[in-house]
C-alpha cells in the first residue's frame, strides 16, 4: 500500500510540474515573438534585446502578485467591515454575529499566509493594496451585492472544494473581465496590457494547484530554472540569426502567395515555430504546432490559427520531422 501510495503522489507531483513547465513555455514562446515584433520594428543590439525580454518576462510576475494582493486585499477589506460592525454604537443582528465565512475562505487564508508573497511585498511596497482605494471597495460592493457571493454565504457547508470553487470564479468575474482592473494595470505598467492573459492563467493554475491543510509556500514563476532561460534565449537568438533562412523555408511553402502579403505577425509566429523545430530536436513536432496556434491565437485571428497550422504542418511532413 505504502509503494501505491508514493506512486500515486510522485505521478500527482510529475503531473503538477508538467502543467506549470507547459504554462511557463507557452508564454516564453509568447514574449519571444513579441520581442521579435519589438525588434522588427527597432532593430537594437541581440544582447540589449535578450535583457529587455527578460525584464518584461520578470514584469508578469510582479503583475502575478499584484492581483494575489487584490485577492486578500478583498478579504482584508471584508475583515474591516465586520470590524466596523462591531464597534457600531447601536448594533445590529449581523453586526453582533457577523458571518465569517468569506473571510474565513481557506483559499484566502493560504494566499495570505503564503511566504513568497509576504517576501515580495515587504521588498515592493507599490503592489500593495490601500484597504481604501477606489476600485478595491468598488468591486468587493458589486461581489457583494452578487447572487453568487450570496449564495455561497447562505451554504453552511464547509469545504476547501467550495472555497476553491468560488474563488476562482470570483477572480474570472473581478478581476480577468473587470475592465475598471484593466484600466488600472495600463496606468501602473503599460506592458501589463498585452500580460494580462499570462498572469490571469497563472492566477487560475495557482487556486487550483491548492490543496486542502496544505499551504502552498511557492508560487509561479514564467522561468522556473535554468533550462527555461535557456530555452527562452536561444529560441530568440536562434530564430534572429535564422530570420531570412526560415522566411525561405515559408515562401517555399506558400501556394499563389507572396511572402510580403503575409501579415507581420502571422510571419513572425511562423519564423519562431520553425526555429523551434530545425533546433528543439526533443519536443515533438505535433507539440510544437500545437503551442503555436496557442500564440496565434492570442496575436492573430482564427484565420491565421489554420493558416500557421497548415504551414507547420507542410514543413514538418517535408523534413520528416516526428
Do not use: C
Not at 10 to 37: A, C, D, F, P, W
Amino acid at each position: 500500500h505504502v509503494s501505491y501510495f508514493q506512486h500515486f503522489f510522485l505521478s500527482l507531483h510529475h503531473l503538477i510540474k508538467s502543467s506549470l513547465k507547459m504554462l511557463g513555455r507557452r508564454q516564453i514562446r509568447e514574449k519571444v515573438v513579441q520581442t521579435l515584433y519589438s525588434y522588427h520594428q527597432n532593430p537594437i543590439k541581440t544582447d540589449v534585446l535578450e535583457k529587455n525580454m527578460f525584464t518584461e518576462i520578470e514584469k508578469i510576475y510582479y503583475l502575478y502578485i499584484y492581483q494575489l494582493n487584490f485577492l486578500v486585499a478583498l478579504k482584508d477589506l471584508a475583515e474591516r467591515q465586520i470590524e466596523i460592525g462591531k464597534n457600531k454604537f447601536i448594533k445590529t443582528e449581523e453586526d453582533l454575529n457577523p458571518n465569517m465565512k468569506f473571510v474565513n475562505n481557506q483559499v484566502f487564508l493560504q494566499l495570505d499566509q503564503n511566504e513568497e508573497r509576504l517576501s515580495f511585498n515587504s521588498k515592493h511596497k507599490k503592489y500593495q493594496w490601500d484597504l481604501h482605494d477606489e476600485l478595491l471597495v468598488k468591486t468587493f460592493q458589486r461581489i457583494v451585492a452578487s447572487k453568487r457571493y450570496q449564495e455561497y454565504m447562505a451554504e453552511e457547508s464547509l469545504s476547501f472544494e467550495e472555497d476553491q470553487k468560488f474563488v476562482g470564479k470570483l477572480f474570472l468575474k473581478y478581476v480577468a473581465e473587470n475592465e475598471d482592473f484593466h484600466e488600472r494595470l495600463e496606468e501602473l505598467e503599460l506592458s501589463w496590457a498585452d500580460d494580462f492573459h499570462i498572469s490571469n492563467s497563472m492566477i487560475q493554475k495557482t487556486i487550483g494547484f491548492m490543496k486542502q491543510n496544505q499551504p502552498s509556500h511557492t508560487l509561479i514563476k514564467m522561468l522556473k530554472d535554468e533550462e527555461d532561460r535557456h530555452f527562452a534565449k536561444k529560441l530568440l537568438l536562434q530564430s534572429i540569426s535564422h530570420w531570412e533562412n526560415s522566411e525561405k523555408k515559408i515562401e517555399e511553402r506558400l501556394e499563389n502567395w507572396d511572402l510580403e502579403r503575409i501579415s507581420l505577425m502571422d510571419r513572425l509566429i511562423l519564423i519562431t515555430a520553425i526555429t523551434e523545430i530545425d533546433n528543439f530536436p526533443l519536443t515533438p513536432a505535433k507539440v510544437i504546432i500545437n503551442e503555436y496556434i496557442e500564440v496565434s491565437k492570442v496575436f492573430a485571428t482564427d484565420r491565421s490559427q489554420i493558416f500557421v497550422n497548415g504551414i507547420l504542418d507542410k514543413y514538418t511532413k517535408d523534413i520528416s520531422r516526428a
